[in-house]
């Protein structure tokens, strides 16, 4: 099942480059159980390492629960989200910031893309609170070797995507996979109602 995917959908499509900013889109089908319908915003990308966080697994534990004095930064729902596998007492903020914001001049925002950026959590929430229109955060991350996410791309596992600001603070009801998928280009929409396990289909 791998090989067809990556024969038929990856390999024929015109490749993105991981990088900050962009996101790594699980293949129809993929076998992990951990990844499966998963995207992943790249955070940095380097010869050294690939680190990011899944937007698609969220908690049931509370953001007033844990990070109460985050609550008015955080959008809804206001859930811990559970950002991949590696150090989950670790949190990572992510935000899409308001209109007419400079992350430049903006020291507690590093920016990723467009109104996308990675909140330095040391930072108080009363200096991003202005800044931003809603943030997520992440326990945990996933992280990439040298060579090792390249691998992954190349067999079909991941197909690489732009990122929107919205993909960061998508409602809880959104199906953020299949939205992702639909929005490339084809064939990739044609698969945005895969299951995370075939047999359900």
């Not at 809804?76 to 935000?95: E, F």
Request: hydrophobic letters at 45%.
């Amino acid at each position: 099942m791998p090989d067809f995917y990556a024969d038929r959908l990856f390999n024929a499509l015109e490749r993105n480059d991981p990088a900050p900013g962009m996101l790594l889109v699980a293949a129809p089908g993929m076998l992990s159980d951990e990844f499966a319908r998963s995207v992943v915003l790249i955070i940095e990308h380097n010869e050294h390492l690939t680190f990011g966080v899944n937007l698609t697994a969220r908690s049931e534990l509370a953001v007033f629960n844990v990070m109460p004095d985050w609550l008015p930064c955080v959008a809804k729902p206001q859930a811990l989200y559970i950002g991949g596998p590696l150090n989950q007492q670790s949190v990572v903020g992510l935000a899409m910031t308001r209109q007419g914001v400079d992350m430049d001049t903006a020291p507690q925002l590093n920016r990723l893309a467009n109104r996308l950026a990675h909140v330095d959590l040391r930072s108080g929430p009363e200096e991003v609170t202005e800044l931003v229109e809603g943030m997520r955060l992440f326990a945990g991350y996933a992280e990439w070797s040298p060579g090792q996410l390249d691998d992954e791309i190349e067999r079909g596992d991941w197909y690489v995507a732009p990122a929107l600001p919205t993909d960061v603070i998508a409602p809880g009801h959104v199906d953020l996979w299949g939205d992702v998928m639909r929005r490339q280009q084809m064939p990739l929409p044609l698969f945005s109602t895969f299951p995370a396990d075939p047999v359900d289909n």
